[in-house]
Structures are given as structure tokens and as C-alpha cells.
């Protein structure tokens, strides 16, 4: 039996796109995303079990055009932590949540839903034991060396943890995003525009655009405009130091969100960065149930991307 990731010409077989093939494109995609801040390893493991469900004949059913429902993202999560082992079971279990989620967003760790980690690591899953054929999978090796200089406050490590698994759930969505695009562009059934300019050749222009509207208030006049001015002064004279996290806590309406634009601006010039990448939560509706006093922002600053990154 032959397996396959995704369908194209129906009742055709011969271009659909193969499961192996997807799966190590992913695999290979996915690490190389996460080179650059030490993951790669963990990503590449994620790829290589993402779709791993769709070993499942009733999969193949529905690729087919039967109207049956298979859980795909469920089996490789599964599988993955029963083999890791040691200190590779720490990771493969934020590589797991990244699996879970490749399609719904990261799951919570129980919530007494059927989303939830603990009850779909339950689950009952189908899969042919042919993937183990196809995959020769490696799980060993997980631990990244990041882990070796964790925060010794628990606090501190746990977000350290929780922001690691995010990255690889990050670098798992775009990888099988672009992979899965590349197939169907190849049929000709979509097309993708991704001819942009690099950022390097639009910072001259962002940072004048930046200081050009900074300008448009003018003197800052009232104790609150200068402790706005004072804030942004501070954080944008602090965009030489070495990338790494940075947070900024300031009461709401200090500034935050332009104090913060610059910082990233001036950063990314600085260390020759390739994104700046701005994630806003439901801002709205969060503000408007729980009416904070004291707000925060984030800016997270990884090493330079080496030249010829595809991320």
C-alpha cells in the first residue's frame, strides 16, 4: 500500500504528494528554522512526527473522498513520548504539545475538554506499523544546550521552558505551511508571493518614518509626556545590548507600545536581524473584562539569522 500526505488530481494517485516525502521535508524545514537559536534537533523531530496519524487507512480513505474523520495530529504526539527517554523525555513532551497543535494552536495541559494534552495523550489511535519502515525514526539527542544554563527560579525556568516549546511549534506550522503550499503550487492549484524586501533594506526608511512621527509631538510638556519621553529615551538607548529577552512594565499609557516599535527598530539595525515580529492577544476584549492597571511587553531578540536562512 502506498501512503500519501496530500491528494491531487482525483482518482490519480500519481501526483499526490507522498507521507515519507512530506514528512521529511518538514522534518528538514523545520530544524532549519530553528538552527539559529539551537532547536534544530527538536524541530527536526517534530517534522518527522507531525503527521504520523496519517498512517491510518482511514486516512487514505479520506484523501480518497470518503467521508470518514481520522484525528491525524493526535498518533505522532503519542508515540513520540513513549519512546523518548531520560532527559529526552522533558523535551519530547513540548515537542508533543507543538504536535497537537500544528493545526488547532497549542493545547492546554487539562482543561477537562477533549482538547486538552492529558485527555488526547489518552486517546485511542490507528496506524499501520509500516511508518516504523519509512521513518527509521531517532528520537535520542533531544536536549538542546540551552537547557544546560536554565534560570535556577522556577518561574523564570518554567517560561524559559514554555517559550522554548513555542518556538518549536512555531518552526513545526511554518515548515509543514510552506512544505504542504509547495506541493500544491507545484500542481498549480495555488500560487504564493513571497518576493519581500529584506529588512535590512527597509530600516533606513522605518526608523525615519519612527523618529518623523515621534517628532509630531513635539516638547514634551505635563509630568506624563516626559515620563513617556523618559521611557522612550531608556528603552531605545538600551537596543545595543546583545540580543536575548527583554521585558518592559509600565503602567498603561506610558508609552508602551511605541517605546517598544523603536527599541525593535534600532535592535534590529544594531544586530542585523531579519523580523521584527509584533503578536498582539484579543487586546480588546481582554482590556475591556479586566480592566488592567499595570501592563507589559516583550520583546524577544534571537541571534542573527546566518545568510541564506529560509526563515
Known amino acids: 500500500m502506498d501512503w500519501y500526505a496530500h491528494s491531487g488530481t482525483e482518482g490519480d494517485t500519481r501526483d499526490w504528494q507522498g507521507l515519507r516525502d512530506h514528512l521529511v521535508a518538514v522534518a528538514k524545514l523545520a530544524a532549519e528554522m530553528a538552527r539559529p537559536f539551537g532547536l534544530e534537533r527538536a524541530a527536526f523531530v517534530a517534522g518527522l512526527f507531525h503527521d504520523l496519524g496519517k498512517y491510518n487507512p482511514d486516512f487514505q480513505r479520506i484523501l ?87 534560570p535556577a527560579d522556577r518561574s523564570e525556568r518554567d517560561f524559559a521552558l514554555s517559550f522554548m516549546g513555542r518556538m518549536i511549534f512555531s518552526c513545526l506550522v ?81 508609552g508602551k507600545t511605541l517605546a517598544s516599535l523603536g527599541f525593535a527598530l534600532d535592535h534590529a539595525r544594531r544586530h542585523g536581524h531579519r523580523r521584527i515580529i509584533y503578536a498582539i492577544p484579543f487586546t480588546e476584549a481582554w482590556i475591556e473584562t479586566n480592566r488592567p492597571q499595570i501592563s507589559s511587553v516583550a520583546i524577544v531578540s534571537p541571534p542573527s539569522r546566518r545568510r541564506g536562512s529560509k526563515r
Open 64 to 150: 480518497a473522498g470518503a467521508n470518514v474523520r481520522v484525528d491525524h495530529s493526535t498518533a505522532g504526539a503519542q508515540i513520540l513520548k513513549q519512546l523518548a527517554t531520560g532527559p529526552d523525555a522533558a523535551v519530547a513532551e513540548l515537542i508533543a504539545y507543538a504536535i497537537l497543535g500544528h493545526h488547532a494552536g497549542l493545547p492546554d495541559r487539562s482543561n477537562d475538554t477533549d482538547g486538552c494534552f492529558n485527555i488526547r495523550m489518552e486517546r485511542p489511535v490507528a496506524l499501520d506499523s509500516v511508518w516504523q519502515d519509512e521513518l527509521h525514526p531517532d528520537v535520542s539527542g533531544l536536549v538542546p544546550a540551552m537547557m544546560r544554563n536554565l
Open 174 to 254: 511554518d515548515a509543514d505551511f510552506k512544505d504542504t503550499e509547495g506541493f500544491y503550487i507545484s500542481l498549480g492549484k495555488t500560487k504564493a508571493d513571497r518576493a519581500w524586501t529584506p529588512l535590512a533594506d527597509l530600516l533606513d526608511d522605518f526608523l525615519a518614518r519612527f523618529d518623523a512621527h515621534i517628532a509630531r509631538f513635539g516638547k514634551a510638556e505635563g509630568d506624563l509626556n516626559r515620563l513617556r519621553s523618559d521611557i522612550l529615551r531608556s528603552v531605545r538607548g538600551g537596543a545595543d545590548q546583545q540580543p536575548g529577552l527583554f521585558t518592559l512594565t509600565v503602567p498603561t499609557g506610558g
